[in-house]
Structures are given as C-alpha cells and as structure tokens.
C-alpha cells in the first residue's frame, strides 16, 4: 500500500490558476497509477483525471479537458494537478489516489487514497 499526501488548495478567485501536489510514500510509487478526483457536500467522488505509470498518457473528464493538466515526477514520488481557468464550480475537496492495475476513471478500482485538499473559487 501506499500513503498519500496532498497539498496546494486554497483559495483563488474565477479564472485563475492553482497546482495541487500529492506525495507517495511507503511503496514504489512508479508501480502505481494515479488518479484525481474531487468531491462537494453531499455527492460522491467525481473523476477529473489519472495518469499512466510512466506518465505517458492521461485521461480527463470532459470537465478538466483543456484546464486542469496531469502530471507525475517519479523521482519526487509525487503526481501533480495543474488547474487553469479555475471555475466556481470547481470547488470541491480534491483528493489524489492509487491503483496498480490500470489507467481507469472508475473511483473503485483505486485503492489508496489521500485525505483531500479544499479548493474553493471565488465568483
């Protein structure tokens, strides 16, 4: 198993920009695919994004498609969420996660989880 860590919400007003950072430890990070997810008060875990391995492809959500960009560093353990254009409806608890099998959006197949970070966007 591995254990996750994010980092980098806060807030920001519409139209601006903000990285969230997650950091792996206790496993090999490399063996993991990672993914993005979000969550409001009162709805469940919506998939914005994950990234393969190596980072060599990513899948979004149509939501994140042309704003938010996935990235990972297996030197540093870490996996990245680059959010432009940042919307009042992005705001949400935003939380990173692992799966070692596939490069999926489906919230069950990660198994590991961090324990989320407040974005919250302004109008």
């Known amino acids: 198993q591995v254990q996750l860590v994010e980092s980098g919400g806060g807030l920001v007003q519409a139209g601006g920009s903000l990285r969230l950072s997650c950091t792996a430890s206790g496993d090999a990070f490399s063996n993991y695919y990672m993914g993005w997810f979000r969550q409001v008060p009162g709805k469940g875990r919506e998939f914005v994004g994950s990234?393969?391995?190596?980072?060599?492809?990513?899948l979004y959500a149509d939501t994140a498609k042309g704003r938010f960009t996935i990235s990972r560093d297996n030197a540093k353990n870490t996996v990245y969420l680059q959010m432009n254009s940042l919307k009042p409806e992005d705001t949400a608890v935003y939380y990173c996660?692992?799966?070692?099998?596939?490069?999926?959006?489906?919230?069950?197949?990660?198994?590991?989880w961090g324990q989320g970070t407040q974005v919250t966007v302004s109008s």
């Open positions: 990234i393969t391995r190596n980072g060599g492809a990513t």
């Open positions: 996660a692992a799966n070692n099998n596939w490069i999926t959006s489906a919230t069950a197949d990660f198994a590991s």
